[in-house]
């Protein structure tokens, strides 16, 4: 496949003749996302969509570590470090591209190895099937970082763990355990082979299953199932940019995602690296 869409952090592939292509995210060392990150994401799923011979996409990580990513990248949030018009265009990028994933004619699968924080999270609940390695944590943990769940992010992880499940999660900024998390039903199942080439394996057999049902029934059903929440969607997060950039201004916002990133960048990392 002409890889048009190809960044230095995305790559598309499709295997010979596969019906289906896999994504990786390989901006190392977290996949932190920021706009230049979710334009690519925007670029490479649109590509996809466009050929016509893809009935399927499968998302996944080519980090050498074991994180699907690590979420939005906080330079992107702590308001000294961006501006009201780079967060705007960072923030509108980003839920389009969203809700293109989400209402994509696609089968979309998102196989996640490690940590899905945040952002990683969206992706994977804007995707339909969710296929998840026995080790890491899954969740939309924003209440802890001292920011609101998007309003839709949290929409979306309603529908699929329910409502009480969801705002119980939602509201003490829970990252669940992958056996938590197939539990109340956030991923539909763990891969026996936590490597990455064992899950991609594992999202690879239910892709092939998936990609038999008859395609354009696929894709209406969705489309009946998912318009109005996708178009209520659109026409609020451009709104959302106003509020969020106060909240972003707000003395508490700044201490505590201040605290959060310095805490991130001081692990003891070694002699070398070691800040505490
Ligand atoms: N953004 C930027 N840099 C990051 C991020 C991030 N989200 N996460 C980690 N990094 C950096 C670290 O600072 C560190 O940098 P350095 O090596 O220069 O010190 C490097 O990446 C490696 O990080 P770790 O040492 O922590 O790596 P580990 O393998 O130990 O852990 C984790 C990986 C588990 C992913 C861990 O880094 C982590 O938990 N990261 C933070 C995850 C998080 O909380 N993300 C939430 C982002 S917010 C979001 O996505 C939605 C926002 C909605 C906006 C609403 C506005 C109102």
């Known amino acids: ?37 979710w ?8 590509q996809c969509e466009n050929t016509p011979s893809l009935k399927g996409l499968i998302i996944t990580s080519g980090l050498t570590r074991d994180v699907f990513t690590a979420g939005n990248d906080l330079r992107e949030l702590y308001a000294p470090l961006t501006s009201l018009e780079r967060y705007r265009q960072f923030w509108v990028t980003q ?26 999270c969206a992706i994977s609940l804007a995707c339909d099937h ?9 969740g939309l943990n924003e209440v802890l970082l001292g920011i609101p769940v998007p309003k839709y992010w949290g929409m979306l992880m309603q529908g699929v763990m329910g409502k009480g499940p969801a705002e119980q999660a939602l509201l003490a900024g829970s ?29 690879e057999a239910v892709m092939k299953r998936l990609v038999r049902l008859p395609d354009t029934a696929y894709a209406a059903t969705k489309a009946n199932l998912r318009a109005d929440f996708c178009a209520a969607w ?19 916002t700044l201490k505590t995602l201040g605290g959060a990133m310095k805490r991130l960048s001081s692990k003891d990392k070694g002699p070398a690296k070691s800040k505490l």
């Open 175 to 203: 990252l669940l355990s992958p056996q938590q998390a197939l539990r109340l039903g956030l991923v539909h199942s763990l891969a026996e082979d936590s490597s990455a080439l064992g899950l991609l394996a594992a999202a």
């Open 1 to 37: 496949m002409a890889d048009a869409a190809a960044s230095s952090h995305v790559r598309v592939e499709v295997a010979d003749g596969a019906p289906y292509a896999v994504l990786t995210i390989a901006k190392e060392p977290v996949n932190s996302m920021d706009l230049a990150l």
């Open 39 to 46: 334009s690519a994401l925007e670029a490479a799923l649109a």
């Open 130 to 138: 969710r296929i998840m390695t026995p080790q890491g944590h899954i």
């Open 234 to 252: 659109e026409a609020y997060y451009p709104a959302e940019v106003d509020g969020a950039w106060q909240f972003l201004n707000a003395p508490e």
């Open 95 to 120: 839920n389009r591209f969203l809700v293109s994933l989400y209402r994509s004619r696609l089968v979309t699968l998102s196989a996640i190895r490690g940590a899905c924080p945040a952002g990683g």
